[in-house]
């Protein structure tokens, strides 16, 4: 049986929803570091493992990693509307 290439298993663990269209930009991982103000290799591969954090991994074109703009994109908005939400069991301000 032939071993399926990099790209089959890829696409195999990502949701259909999550492959990017052909004129997805992707951003290299010197781009990615300065957009969120220069964390170590270290910080990102912990960003990445955290479930909490839920930092979009990259993806590999051969040996390079490679952020579609569009994760990132969506990444940002998810963090600012739990930044904007009141947490439990604070009321808003009397004005």
């Known amino acids: 049986m032939a ?3 990099k ?3 890829d696409k195999d663990r990502i949701p259909d929803e999550e492959i990017a269209p052909a004129d997805e930009v992707f951003l290299s991982t010197k781009e990615i570091k300065q957009r969120y103000s220069n964390p170590s290799d270290m910080t990102l591969a912990r960003w990445i493992k955290d479930p909490k954090t839920r930092f979009p991994p990259p993806v590999k074109f051969g040996r390079h990693n490679r952020w579609p703009l569009s994760r990132q994109l969506r990444y940002e908005r998810e963090r600012l ?3 904007n939400e009141k947490p ?4 808003a301000p009397d004005g």
């Open 88 to 91: 439990p069991g604070v009321d």
């Open 81 to 83: 509307a739990q930044a």
């Open 7 to 9: 790209l089959q298993i």
């Open 3 to 5: 071993r399926p290439s």
